[in-house]
């Protein structure tokens, strides 16, 4: 550690009650510095993977009840950058018995400002007695309280399937990222890391069960000058994602009605090339009644990812116009709705449909 590090660290020190725990000497090349407090843990890397093995018991990543034991690799960082990671699928879930009634697993990125101020986006599996989840859980403590938390709902995902993680961090901003490899970014929201000016930051695991199990790593990247990923709108409900979370146990009954209508309306969309008129006009009338619909549980309305599947479905089907009709009819549906979350999701489809309506125009230019 060099002299000049050394007296960062202690300026961090006197600011703030209690200092991360630092890095021991083991350094993996490009990952950062190992962290391993209970020193029962195995860290290995091999190409552009990376493996934390747990050692026995509970490793947590919980500043409210001061388990702070979880393993980690960081590297101390200055400025605003971006950092991302691949987390494997088929997170080890522990089996469920009268002594241990839930179980919670994860891996993913962290952001330490100190013990008590941090930031988690991980790819969790969570288990008890009601069933098993596995989603994306953003989170963060400020003065060693929970001030963020995840929802199963929030961005569930394949329990067998790699999931990319990322977080954008620009002054006190932090924007968390997810998506299955080869999908869309989905924004899972943003959080103030309040005083940040340098932390630790990299990957963890954590693991509540007490027997041994393991998370793989892959793709880590940190990138100081970053240019923002585009995303699709942390209030555009994926579909998708509805069905996965819809198959869960404790999904609500008044959910699953919603979602029988949406998939009601994603089967009659693929056949609109088959459709009348009146039919297909009926189609958007659907469209437009359920798009306006916000079902309990879920943190944005369904009009938004509606309207781009039904658009689709026409495109695909040569029929630019009913496409464009979708997006402006849904728009204008939403807009009544005076929601300010819904600005942003109004603007988008209104723009989808001018640029559709200036393709449109370039093509008939004779």
């Not at 209970?38 to 552009?48: E, I, L, Q, W």
Request: with cysteine.
């Amino acid at each position: 550690m060099t002299i000049y590090r050394l007296i960062a660290l202690l300026v961090v020190m006197v600011a703030s009650p209690c200092l991360a725990d630092e890095p021991q000497d083991d350094a993996i090349q490009h990952w950062g510095e190992v962290v391993d407090p209970d020193g029962d843990c195995a860290v290995t890397a091999t190409g552009k993977e990376l493996n934390i093995q747990f050692g026995i018991g509970m490793h947590s990543l919980d500043a409210e009840s001061n388990g702070m034991n979880s393993p980690r690799v960081v590297q101390w960082i200055k400025g605003d950058f971006a950092i991302e990671t691949t987390v494997h699928g088929d997170l080890p879930m522990p089996k469920l018995n009268f002594l241990q009634t839930w179980g919670y697993v994860s891996g993913g990125l962290v952001l330490i400002q100190n013990r008590r101020n941090y930031i988690r986006l991980e790819r969790a599996g969570f288990t008890s007695g009601d069933g098993t989840w596995h989603y994306a859980n953003f989170e963060q403590r400020i003065d060693a309280q929970r001030t963020r938390t995840g929802k199963f709902a929030d961005f569930p995902v394949h329990s067998d399937k790699p999931v990319q993680l990322r977080l954008e961090v620009k002054g006190e901003d932090v924007r968390a990222l997810v998506r299955h490899i080869g999908d869309d970014w989905h924004e899972l929201g943003t959080a103030k890391m309040p005083g940040r000016v340098e932390l630790y930051a990299g990957v963890s695991g954590v693991k509540t069960d007490f027997l041994k199990a393991s998370v793989k790593f892959s793709d880590f990247d940190l990138t100081r000058n970053f240019v923002p990923v585009k995303a699709k709108s942390e209030s555009d409900i994926n579909l998708e994602q509805l069905r996965i979370f819809l198959r869960q146990p404790d999904a609500n009954p008044d959910l699953k009605n919603v979602f029988r209508k949406v998939a009601d309306l994603q089967s009659r969309g693929v056949k609109v090339g088959e459709m009348t008129e009146d039919q297909q006009l009926q189609l958007i009338d659907d469209a437009i009644s359920l798009g306006t619909n916000k079902p309990a549980g879920l943190k944005g309305y369904l009009g938004p990812s509606i309207a781009r599947k039904l658009a689709k479905n026409f495109q695909d089907a040569q029929l630019p116009e009913k496409a464009i009709r979708i997006y402006q009819k849904l728009a204008d549906a939403l807009e009544t709705e005076q929601d300010a979350s819904l600005k942003e999701p109004i603007d988008s489809l209104r723009k989808s449909a001018q640029e559709m309506l200036d393709e449109l125009a370039t093509k008939h230019v004779p």
